[in-house]
Each structure stands twice: as C-alpha cells, then as structure tokens.
C-alpha cells in the first residue's frame, strides 16, 4: 500500500528534511569571517574621511587666498558660491583639484608663472569646479 500525501505537505517534509541536513553548513559559513574583515573596512573608512578633509582643506584654503579671491572678482566669479561648492565634489573630483591646486601653488611659489598665467589658471580651476557641479546636479 502506498503513502499518499497531499503536495503540499510532500513539499513541506522535503523542505524540513533538506533544512534539517543544510542546518550544519549554514552554521559553518555563518561562524566564518567576512571576505574582508570588519576592522579593515573601518580603517578603511577612517582614510577615506581623512583623505576628504585634507583635500576639503587645500582647495579651500588655496580658494580663500587674496590673490585667487582677486583673479575669480575679475571675471565676476563670486569667490563665496566658490567656495561653498567645493564641498558638494565627489571625493575623487576633490583629490583632482586638491592635486591641480597643490601644483599651481608649487609652480607659484617657483617663480615659474606670470600673473597673467596665474589668472588663468585660476579661473580654469574655478570653471572646472562649476562645471563639474552642474553636470552633478
């Protein structure tokens, strides 16, 4: 005589039953580590938010200098709205104007442009920033 059960409690019992077999291996990969262990996540983390704030802080101050205020009022570029948009740059955007900020100052201080080159360069800087905010908004 042959067992009849209805489908539904068939599907049920081979549920239970692979459950009940698939129970150990679960526990096994639950017990493992992550890929990536959590503290290097979070020291991963902590860089990049410390990265941000260095670069935050070069353009920034590199924007907030008088002679960059004077080049961006030439053009009637508002150094405030300048500066105000520098935080809204994605990290990477950032960490590219802090690198172009940081050799403008460098080729600055060389002696290695002309004021009228540093005008531009300047105003190039702060096109950049605008324009790359406009196609983020």
Same mark, same amino acid.
């Given at each position: 005589?042959? %067992?009849?059960? $209805? !489908?539904?409690? *068939?599907?049920?019992?081979?549920?239970?039953? %692979?459950? %009940?077999?698939?129970? $150990?291996? *679960? *526990?096994? %990969?639950?017990?493992?580590?992550h890929v990536v262990p959590a503290a290097d996540l979070q020291q991963q983390?902590?860089?990049?938010?410390?990265?941000?704030?260095?670069?935050?802080?070069?353009?920034?101050?590199?924007? &907030?200098?008088?002679?960059?205020?004077?080049?961006?009022?030439?053009? !009637?570029?508002? $150094?405030?709205?300048?500066?105000?948009?520098? $935080? &809204?740059?994605? #990290?990477?955007?950032?960490? !590219?104007?802090? &690198?172009?900020? #940081?050799?403008?100052?460098?080729?600055?201080? *060389?002696?290695?442009?002309?004021?009228?080159?540093?005008t531009y360069i300047i105003i190039a800087l702060a096109t950049a920033l605008?324009?790359?905010?406009?196609?983020?908004?």
């Open positions: 005589m042959a %067992l009849s059960f $209805p !489908r539904s409690t *068939a599907a049920a019992l081979v549920t239970f039953t %692979l459950g %009940l077999l698939l129970l $150990p291996f *679960a *526990a096994k %990969l639950q017990a493992q580590d983390i902590q860089n990049t938010a410390h990265a941000r704030e260095q670069n935050l802080a070069k353009v920034q101050k590199f924007f &907030s200098e008088e002679c960059v205020k004077k080049a961006l009022k030439t053009t !009637r570029m508002d $150094p405030q709205k300048i500066q105000k948009a520098i $935080p &809204s740059l994605s #990290d990477e955007e950032l960490a !590219r104007l802090a &690198s172009q900020t #940081d050799k403008v100052q460098r080729d600055i201080a *060389a002696g290695a442009l002309t004021n009228t080159q540093i605008l324009v790359t905010l406009i196609f983020v908004a």
